[in-house]
């Protein structure tokens, strides 16, 4: 799906400010058509953000069901004749969009865009209604899962996973126009073929049609390096200037629609010329061997919650760059498409994962308090629970296919692996990744509680990720014991041929709290974990990569099990440096 862009054909306009907001706690304003006029006793919310940690008030923060959203859009007058799209980046995790009192949109998926086509309700230069009712509720059948718990006095949103459940329009949203014949979409992969850059592009046009497809593919200075006619080709650069690793090269194509010698349409894609290949025990990027550092990172900041902020953004990379990291995951859900396409000028690599995160009753048990569910069963992760799995997976390639930094994708993190269901429930997602993207491999993430040996789903992927917490969750505050289980552990992982990712290793540590002998939570436990962690990964050659848990400190459910949040961060939630990322920063220097 495409982005909105100004080019010559296309301009936007992005409805990002205060919108009025209200909460609708008792489900009333669908059918009271709260869309129908100016949304009364409101108040206003800034957008992006989650409307959370907004206010100081726990009806906001803990509110379960419809916020409704609403503003006011002018379509510009220029626009007449146009094509006209209203669209959101995100809404988390479902919406209706209704545009004056007509129902134009719904989505569901908490982390990626959707768009309506409204040329037909609109007139250059007039005013409308935007309103937008955002769901945050989490069910069985919902990516990720939850469900939502009466308690008499009010209804409670139980989920199975730690990050707090984030809400609201946490990205822009769109007015935009295109011509009506138009680019609708373009896929571009790419290959090397000695020192010459292979770029395969398919370009599909929607609309009023008759227009033929021409690309011109430019290289950073902005001279053209190749071109071509027709909806899909190829093109050929020689002496290409590769992305990699800390190489952000970027190309430009420039995909027409060209009638009668007039261009229609023109939308400009950025290209990454690269290769990505898993063979043996390896992870090659462009050929050669790639070892992943960094972290698992969340979209989290105070007050924003999971808004997208460009400060943040770039502050985080400049982080990483300081700590020496090459890479990320966007631990648990697709991060907005600013990232992306940072990510792809700075040179960082991406593991890309869906939001399916929490479908183990296993650990929900244990950890969030919630037990009693079997994780594949009719009333729990049953047939629609895929579906939307499917959904999410369809939607985050659609979205993602093109950026040279996504190097990998994650289909899951830490599911129920163990059993004949999981089996039987993973195996045609994984099927399905690869259908609709051959050029990039993929996996999921693996949970302690299905260690070699047990788990059933490894099997599908073409990489092994692990989360591991020996020294933290098990053998805690022993390290030596930790270190001679876990070195046991990935020798066996070891065994199976492929590149092992450690997705996740952390210990919760509280920013300035000390020991001079080393015990949990304090900064030295933290920077002796994390010596253990990387002894045992020198030590088996099949490890490709290691991701701190987490990047920082970050906002989580209620419970007895977290002081203010998830503290095991390399930096606190403010961005601070830990011993730890000093540490880190040592080591990856040096590995660099
Ligand atoms: C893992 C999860 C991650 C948690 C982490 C932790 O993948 O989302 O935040 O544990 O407990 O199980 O810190």
Redesign the pocket.
Known sequence: MLRPQDTATRERKSLDGLWAFRLDAESTGRDARWFAGPLTDSVEVPVPASYNDIYADAAVRDHVGDAWYQTTVRVPRGWAGERIVLRFDAATHAASVWLGETHVVSHEGGYTPFEADVTELVTAGEEYLVTAAVNNELTFETIPPGYIEDQGHRRHQKYF???FNYAGLHRTVWLYSTPKSYVSDITVVTDVDGSTGVVRYAVEASGEGGADVEVTLRDAEGAVVATGTGADGELRVDGANLWGPGHGYLYELEARLVSGGETVDSYLQTVGIRTVEVRGTQFLINGEPFYFTGF?KHEDSPVRGKGHDDAYLVHDFALLDWIGANSFRT??YPYAEEVYDYADRQGIVVIDEVAA?GQNMG?AGG?FGTQGFTTFSPETFNDKSQEAHKQAIRELIARDKNHPSVVLWSIA??PESDTEEAERYFEPLFALTRELDPSRPVGF?N??LAPHGKCRVSQFGDVLML?R?YG??VNTGDLEGAEKAWREELEAWAGDGKPIII??Y?A?TVAGLHATVAVPWTEEYQVEYLDMNHRVFDSVPAVVGEHV??FAD?Q?SLGIFRVDG?K?GAFTRDRKPKAAAHLLRGRWQNLA
């Open positions: 996973h730690d990050f698992g631990s648990h995160v650990l950890v993190n830490e993430v949970v302690m989360n917490y933290w969750y997705t996740e952390g919760d848990w987490n970050f989580t998830n095991k």
